[in-house]
């Protein structure tokens, strides 16, 4: 079993914790929207959007929370590890591992959502 594959498997068993306000997901280099925020745990995040998220990809991802006036931005490297549909292929929920994120952007993550 890979490092990665263990981490997944550590990260399934391990409590995610709902999030409770709309927190924007895109990807930092291109401005893309990925979707929502759905719930996440120190290991990785869950996001649900329109837009099918391959596999295996990359990405540094822009977290926008909070009031519209003065929104809070965390930002954090993630691995795409899974993405499924609904049945009519218009909704996609996809798993991110975290690679990288500061100590100070999982504190405000937990303080802002959690």
């Not at 079993?1 to 280099?29: G, K, N, P």
């Not at 991802?61 to 899974?82: Q, Y």
């Amino acid at each position: 079993m890979s490092d990665l594959e263990a981490a997944f498997q550590d990260m399934r068993s391990r409590e995610r914790i709902e999030v409770t306000c709309d927190v924007h997901v895109s990807d930092q280099h291109t401005g893309r929207d990925l979707g929502r925020l759905v719930n996440y745990n120190e290991q990785g995040i869950m996001v649900t959007g329109m837009t099918p998220i391959e596999e295996n990809s990359v990405f540094q991802l822009r977290l926008v929370c909070g009031d519209p006036t003065a929104p809070e931005t965390i930002e954090l490297g993630v691995e795409s590890l899974w993405s499924h549909s609904n049945s009519d292929q218009t909704w996609f929920w996809t798993g991110f591992y975290i690679i990288d994120i500061s100590p100070e952007s999982m504190d405000r993550l937990k303080i802002l959502v959690g």
